[in-house]
């Protein structure tokens, strides 16, 4: 008696899984695509091609949030001295893109926030401003040649 009541459940919680599995297939809500770009080149080629590279992203996943860490020598994309890319820099920030600058590197660079465009956002540590980003489950790549 044990055993049939045993294999009558289980065939309930299978078959309930197989419902909520199809169930979450089907479901009409896009996946939520997160991505968080590590630039720390001053080249401005790799300044261009990061921006590039958010394009692509922005051509396919239309919705995807895009934060751009810059550290190193990839601050100067967020400088207004040394940016080639200020006006890339303005044009996906009003498309909701996010330009982070790196405090520490602004610091040993002797930078100010008044040096860096006006779409930047100031993080304490770009290391910190990754890991956290990739422990809320946003992909990560590095961004440049």
Known sequence: MKSKILIA???LLLSASTVLLAQRKDSKEPAKHRIVIQFNDPDSVSQVRTLMQVA???KIWADAEIEVVCLGGGLDLLMTKNSKASNMVAEWSGKGVIFAACNNT????KVTKEDLLPEAVVVPAAVIELATRQEEGWSY???GK
């Open 106 to 109: 602004m610091m040993n660079r």
């Open 56 to 58: 692509n992203v922005r």
């Open 9 to 11: 459940f289980s065939i």
């Open 141 to 143: 790549f590095r961004g």
